[in-house]
């Protein structure tokens, strides 16, 4: 993390660019005098030297307010309080629908190989996984514009506030996302599901007299899912970067859009605690799933 | 001139007496017209209706997403959008026709019979939103930082008040402006009554070291209050029940939601009606709100040039006849047809194309350069080209276009334009707007293209900025002495007729010797359910004077 955190302060600083363009206008930048310009500069904490303001920045994120956004004041720890809710529930339900959509398809992928049900599941993962997601994203929003006059709320509604605009708000986005973290997993899961179908003890389970369903969720799957758990935790780092366009795309004012908007205006600030923000999520999950490891293959221990 | 030959009977002729008669009697109509078209727009108050229907809540898309809350030093509809309703001004433009100078917080007005006093006389009786009284100290304490900001302070409209030299609150109210030297009243007028000047509280910048950038609800004296506001998200406002002006405002509730121009949310959001009215729309949204039932939507100017800049500091810009060159090799109807699904645009020269002293534009179209057929424009730019000795023409010049659709569909035209027609060879450079403004101010550039902005329609303001020597928005660094010279004669002449002819001898050096190269003029796109009443946009003149929404009702359903 601290490595993160030195390379995201550094290129920051070192992108061109000015923020007084966007705090000032283009009017007011082009008529700002020199002297007036280093002391707006002074005000933002831009003018310290880049270790001062590095260990001011890791201040901030000790005191838990993240520090302040060059516009308006805003703390970042309000924006991430505001809008984090939206992105995580965007986040959450996009791996719960990928997990929804993409096993069952890869074990009935796995079980019928070559069939014309296989085909379809595959075509349609490839489709998925091709096709970005922000374009996807443009076409629903238009079609439900166009054909039923339907435009989601356009402005937060919390869960606790309003659960059903809440969940208008986030069910496009998840959904794009999910079905192409889906397209993933269904391909991961029948490729291992494949090779694990042909071990001696799935033969011997058969062998046995257990009835094909059990063959599979039992003896099988809990050995091919490894992999895919793996390849989850990776792909929760799409999730979080494609929030990123998705949101754009649906005009949901979550964590991504303010990220955006960040980078446009040079709010170094905002971007450099998001950037942060999003790299310890990903850490996180990633050492849940690797714990996960434990629970699920008994022979793995930490 | 004699009224007789030498001679004749030295008595009054018929034919002079019946001259002279027609002369002053032309002088006085005139005169009285002037004066009484003056008197009848400080009479032409806004006043409420009392047929109309009262409530509601307008619920409003506009960019929303202001950096800072200073309106004073802002430049963005960013700001003026949802901050305008909660304040007033000295005078302003009358939302009904968008362009007549009317009262506001001054009753009425004087001017010197030089030019050189404006004394604007106060309501009494009208209070900030604190409950605070509103004097000539408010107007005082405003205008000084306007004129002359405190340090750190950048306001962009101050130029519009260089030649102010004392502010005086004669009483509490009574404000006289002492001007160094007179200028043109429609300028000073349109100056002050420019839906920037927001009259603030003397108190409010006092405690604040002049400065509001972090301040989000100041009081003003408008005829909406703060209620509540979600970054980026919508700004809430209320009816102000001691609104000074009775009966206004109609509405009950304004909801400022931050959709963006020209986005797929503020189109969409309409057209699935989450708001009333809408602007700065895209052109294919528009055109489907248009044709919606119970819809209205219009066009109307805004106060931008689309431009790109050359940079003179290089040498091939430095030659007039390479810049001519240049601005004739532009198919400008082409250039408007590229961006009709992106955004509206209009052809002009270097004055806004409809202000009364700009070149009418059937004459505008005969002149080589605007023109539907380019090809004279095209032979003349090359020999212009040859006799500047780069006929074979220009290879790797940088052209830095800033990142926004318009600018990249132009760039991709123009760099074509310039190829077939000079075989002047551009390399295109895309930047993120903050990084452009950095480009263009330290002359990192050829070819630079933008828009930029003015706050009046009157040449004496973008003259200056745009053209004038070392002006803030003269990217290129252009110089021409007889054109400054101009330039302080358009300032200063007070006759219009006169000042109208001056205007079009400085288009024509700029036609000759351009400081910039016009692409096209900027039009709004608003679209509005029929249940809004009481606006009228189509005649307005940018979107930075009619922004209160004092005027405007709801027809409830």
């Known amino acids: 993390m601290i490595g993160v955190s030195l390379i995201v302060f550094v290129v920051l600083r070192v992108l061109p660019g000015d923020p007084l363009v966007a705090v000032l206008g283009a009017e007011g930048y082009a008529k700002l005098a020199p002297a007036d310009r280093a002391a707006l500069m002074r005000d933002l904490g831009l003018a310290d030297t880049l270790p001062v303001q590095y260990v001011r920045w890791l201040k901030d994120i000790a005191s838990g307010q993240l520090g302040k956004s060059f516009f308006r004041g805003d703390t970042v720890a309000d924006l991430i309080l505001r809008r984090g809710p939206i992105t995580a529930e965007i986040g959450i339900l996009a791996v719960i629908i990928s997990w929804l959509v993409g096993l069952p398809v890869g074990i009935l992928s796995a079980i019928r190989p070559n069939g014309w049900a296989d085909g379809i599941a595959r075509t349609l993962a490839v489709l998925f996984i091709a096709i970005p997601g922000f374009w996807l994203g443009l076409l629903i929003v238009l079609a439900l514009l166009f054909w039923f006059g339907y435009k989601s709320p356009i402005v937060i509604v919390q869960l606790w506030e309003n659960p059903w605009q809440n969940f208008q708000i986030i069910v496009g986005p998840a959904i794009i996302l999910g079905l192409a973290q889906g397209a993933y997993i269904s391909r991961m899961s029948r490729s291992c599901l494949l090779e694990v179908i042909r071990e001696d003890y799935v033969r011997t389970a058969r062998a046995k007299g257990a009835v094909e369903r059990k063959v599979v969720l039992h003896h099988a799957l809990p050995n091919a899912l490894l992999p895919v758990i793996t390849i989850s935790g990776v792909l929760l780092g799409f999730v979080l970067g494609g929030s990123v366009a998705v949101e754009q795309a649906f005009g949901v004012p979550g964590l991504g859009r303010a990220l955006v908007t960040a980078v446009v205006e040079r709010d170094i600030i905002v971007v450099q605690n998001l950037v942060l923000l999003y790299a310890l999520i990903f850490v996180a999950v990633n050492v849940l799933v690797d714990l996960s490891y434990a629970w699920l293959d008994p022979r793995i221990r930490y | 001139m004699t009224p007789y030959a030498p ?185 002050f009554a420019s839906g920037w000047n927001i009259i603030v509280r003397k108190k409010t910048l006092d405690d604040n070291q002049g400065n509001l950038r972090q301040v989000m609800n100041f009081p003003g004296t408008g005829p909406f209050r703060h209620v509540s506001r979600k970054d980026k998200e919508v700004w809430i406002q209320e ?172 760039a991709v035209a123009i760099q074509a334009m310039l190829k077939e027609n000079l075989n002047i060879e551009t390399n295109m450079r895309v930047v993120q707007t903050s990084q452009w403004f950095e480009e263009a101010q330290s002359g990192n550039f050829d070819l630079a293209i933008s828009a930029i902005v003015s706050t009046l329609m009157d040449p004496s303001d973008y003259f200056t900025s745009w053209y004038g020597k070392d002006g803030p928005q003269n990217y290129s660094g252009w110089s021409n002495e007889q054109f400054h010279a101009l330039t302080k004669q358009i300032d200063h002449e007070l006759d219009d007729a006169k000042r109208r002819t001056l205007i079009r001898q400085a288009e024509l050096i700029l036609e000759q010797d351009p400081p910039l190269i016009p692409v096209a003029y900027e039009q709004i796109y608003d679209a509005w359910y029929n249940r809004v009443r009481g606006q009228n946009s189509s005649k307005f003149f940018g979107i930075y004077d009619v922004v209160r929404w004092d005027t405007v009702s709801i027809a409830q359903t």
């Not at chain 2, 619920?59 to 509809?77: C, E, K, M, W």
């Not at chain 2, 689309?306 to 060159?325: E, H, I, L, S």
């Not at chain 2, 409809?354 to 380019?374: C, M, N, V, W």
């Open chain 2, 239 to 410: 009816r102000n029940p001691n609104y000074w002006n009775k009966g206004l405002p109609y509405l009950d509730r304004l909801e400022i939601y931050n959709l963006p121009p020209f986005s797929p949310e503020l189109g969409s959001s309409f057209l699935a009606g989450k708001v009333d009215y809408a602007r700065i729309m895209d052109p294919v949204s528009w055109r489907k709100a248009k044709e919606m039932p119970g819809v209205t939507a219009t066009a109307f100017n805004q106060s931008v040039i689309q431009a790109y800049f050359m940079n003179m500091k290089r040498k091939p810009f430095a030659d007039a006849r390479v810049r001519r060159a240049i601005h004739l090799a532009m198919d400008r109807a082409a250039l408007i047809d590229v961006v009709k699904d992106t955004a509206p645009m209009q052809i002009g020269g270097f004055v806004y194309p409809f202000h009364e002293a700009s070149t009418p534009r059937a004459e505008l179209e005969k002149r080589l350069g605007y023109q539907k057929d380019i090809k004279p424009a095209v032979q003349e730019a090359r020999k212009l080209m040859q006799e500047a000795g780069y006929g074979q023409g220009l290879k790797n010049l940088d052209f830095v276009v800033r990142d926004i659709a318009s600018f990249k569909l132009w």
């Open chain 2, 7 to 191: 001679g004749q009977n030295r008595g009054i002729s018929r034919r002079y007496f019946l001259r002279t008669a027609a002369m002053a009697g032309t002088a006085v109509t005139l005169g009285s017209t002037i004066g009484r078209g003056r008197a009848l727009a400080q009479a032409q108050e806004v006043k409420a209706d009392p047929a109309v229907k009262r409530g509601g809540t307008l619920r409003y898309g506009i960019l929303n997403a202001p950096a800072h809350f200073d309106v004073h030093q802002s430049g963005t509809v960013a700001n003026i959008g949802p901050q305008s309703p909660m304040y007033d001004t000295l005078i302003r433009r009358d939302p009904r026709d968008g362009s007549t100078i009317i009262p506001d917080l001054a009753q009425r007005w004087e001017i010197s019979p030089d030019g050189k006093k404006y004394t604007f006389y106060l309501r009494k009786g009208v209070t900030f939103h604190d409950g605070a009284d509103f004097t000539s100290a408010d107007v005082k304490a405003t205008y000084d930082r306007i004129i002359r900001p405190p340090k750190g302070v950048v306001i962009p409209r101050t130029p519009l008040f260089a030649s102010v030299g004392e502010v005086v609150a004669v009483d509490p109210y009574r404000i006289e402006f002492r001007l160094t030297e007179s200028r043109p009243q429609n300028f000073m007028l349109g100056a």
